[in-house]
């Protein structure tokens, strides 16, 4: 017979020990949920963690002087025209673009705001510690970690479920009236790379190399970096 202990004033069988040839208890089956709370911080923290990586990445980009992606190439044309600080202008036409989708009914979330004032806050404080690379293999050495950068900032910004950025929002907001995402995306890359062409942004293999790769890395990251559960 098993040893017997005493709790709460209570006689009861000893747990079974597996060297003696008796069953073991098995525990409950499944991993342990997550606190809400604690999903909340996660959420949270790849929110913002993106959001300011995000930045990062489009300081690299500048820095390496190749090329940017077709938003930054409009970005960086109109900062050079009107003088205000690069971040300045990322928000500024964040909340352009943002006031667009009123009219294509688009709601915006914490991570649609967040976007519009953390990511320009982040790439002004970047490139103000960021040197200048002349060598030709570290300004590609630049550029290349933007670009994958770029791509675990998205999916961390993305997978936290706080919301799309203005400009992935004004996409979704056009592909709701009946257009492809594709074709959206399409018309909207060309249209904002030739106005900051225009303006005087850098357009080069760094464009044509983030156009390729961001697909790609985005959709990897945005598996890895998805919290799973509800949004609450």
């Known amino acids: 017979m098993a040893t017997t202990f005493t709790r709460a004033g209570r006689t009861e069988p000893a747990t079974p020990d597996p060297a003696f040839g008796l069953t073991p208890v098995r525990a409950p089956e499944g991993p342990p949920r997550r606190a809400p709370g604690r999903r909340l911080v996660r959420r949270l923290a ?93 300004r590609a050495g630049f550029l290349l970690a933007g670009i994958l950068l770029n791509g675990v900032a998205t999916g961390l910004y993305i997978g936290a479920r706080f919301g799309a950025g203005p400009r992935d929002g004004l ?15 399409t018309i909207l890359e060309l249209a904002v790379l030739a106005a900051g062409w225009a303006l005087g942004g ?23 970096f998805t919290v799973k559960g509800d949004n609450s």
Not at 46 to 51: D, H, P, Q, R, V
Not at 112 to 133: K, Y
Not at 203 to 224: D, E, H, N, S
């Open 46 to 138: 790849g929110l913002y963690a993106g959001l300011a990586l995000f930045g990062v990445s489009m300081a690299l980009m500048i820095a390496a002087g190749l090329g940017l992606p077709s938003w930054d190439v409009l970005h960086q044309g109109l900062a050079a025209r009107t003088g205000l600080p690069f971040g300045w202008i990322v928000i500024g036409v964040g909340a352009v673009v943002l006031a667009l989708w009123i009219p294509l009914r688009q709601r915006p979330g914490l991570g649609t705001v967040s976007n519009v004032i953390v990511v320009g806050l982040a790439v002004d404080a970047a490139s103000a510690v960021l040197p200048t690379p002349d060598h030709p293999a570290a």
């Open 171 to 185: 996409m979704t907001g056009l592909a709701a009236r009946g257009i492809s995402i594709r074709a959206a995306r």
């Open 202 to 224: 850098t357009a080069g293999l760094g464009t044509l190399l983030y156009a390729v790769g961001i697909g790609p890395l985005a959709q990897y990251f945005i598996r890895v």
